[in-house]
């Protein structure tokens, strides 16, 4: 009688919570997650060429620092 009490609540419901914890991370980052850097451009030689560059997390296209917001992203890209 009182196993029927038990079965009737589940453990899973912690599960369901999970997904809306990765949705706050998302909105936090916003559009200056779409690039990643801004990393040091090196030459042939690994030096240090004095420019700056970031990379589309998405599409992976690569664009000096402070350029970003004229990129041209490729094909299907979410920051497109
Ligand atoms: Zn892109």
Redesign the pocket.
């Known amino acids: 009688m009182q196993d029927d009490t038990a079965s009737s609540v589940e453990g899973g419901d912690e599960t369901v919570v999970s997904p809306a914890h990765a949705e706050v991370v998302d909105a936090s980052s916003d559009d200056a997650d ?1 690039w990643s850097g801004p990393h040091t451009e090196y030459n042939q030689y690994g030096l240090p060429t004095g420019h700056e560059y970031v990379r ?1 997390r ?2 992976g ?1 690569v664009v000096l620092a402070a350029r970003q917001t004229n990129a041209t ?2 094909t299907g ?4």
């Open positions: 779409a589309c998405d599409c296209v992203h490729r890209c979410t920051y497109e």
